[in-house]
C-alpha cells in the first residue's frame, strides 16, 4: 500500500490557505455590510477604468451575465447607477451613487485591515516573495489552460 507524502501536495495547502482567508474576508466584508464580490464590483466601478462590463467582468474573473446579475442586485440596493451610451445604446456605463460611495470607503477600509492581518505573519520580503509566486503559480495555470 502506498504511503501518504510527509507533505501534504501543494494544491492542497493552497486550497485550505486560501478557504481560510477567503471566510474569513467573507465575514469581516458582512459584518460590514457587504461582501468580497460586492467589493471587487465597486471597486471596479469606482476605479472607472474597464470601460465596458465585458472587461470589468473578465478582470474579476467572472462572466459578463454573473457582473449583471451583480450590478442589477447592487443598482436595486441604490448603490450603483447604470446609463446607458447615447451613440451606442447596447453599451452601459456604471457609477457609484453617494451611498455606493460610502459603502466603497467602509469596504475598502474592512479590506485594508485584512490585508493588515494576512501581512501580520509575514516580513516584508516574504509577502512580496509570496505575492511573487502566487502570480506565478496564476501565470504558469492559465498558460497551460491556454496551450
Not at 509577502?127 to 492559465?142: F, H, M, N, V, W
Given at each position: 500500500m502506498p504511503r501518504a507524502p510527509a507533505v501534504p501536495p501543494l494544491g492542497l495547502r493552497l486550497t485550505r490557505t486560501a478557504r481560510v482567508s477567503s471566510q474569513a474576508f467573507e465575514r469581516a466584508m458582512a459584518e460590514a455590510g457587504g461582501s468580497a464580490s460586492t467589493w471587487q464590483v465597486l471597486l471596479l466601478v469606482r476605479a472607472?477604468?474597464?470601460?465596458?462590463?465585458?472587461?470589468?467582468?473578465?478582470?474579476?474573473?467572472?462572466?459578463?451575465?454573473?457582473?449583471?446579475?451583480?450590478?442589477?442586485?447592487?443598482?436595486?440596493?441604490?448603490?450603483?447607477?447604470?446609463?446607458?451610451?447615447e451613440g451606442n445604446r447596447r453599451v452601459q456605463h456604471a457609477e457609484l451613487t453617494a451611498a455606493g460611495v460610502a459603502l466603497h470607503d467602509r469596504l475598502r477600509t474592512v479590506a485594508a485591515r485584512h490585508d493588515r492581518r494576512?501581512?501580520?505573519?509575514?516580513?516584508?520580503?516574504?509577502?512580496?516573495?509570496?505575492?511573487?509566486?502566487?502570480?506565478?503559480?496564476?501565470?504558469?495555470?492559465?498558460?497551460?489552460r491556454e496551450g
Open positions: 472607472q477604468e474597464w470601460g465596458t462590463q465585458s472587461r470589468m467582468a473578465a478582470a474579476m474573473g467572472i462572466t459578463g451575465a454573473t457582473l449583471t446579475h451583480h450590478l442589477n442586485a447592487l443598482e436595486a440596493q441604490g448603490l450603483v447607477r447604470r446609463t446607458r451610451e494576512l501581512r501580520s505573519v509575514l516580513t516584508d520580503a516574504e509577502a512580496e516573495r509570496l505575492g511573487e509566486l502566487l502570480d506565478k503559480l496564476r501565470a504558469g495555470l492559465e498558460a497551460s
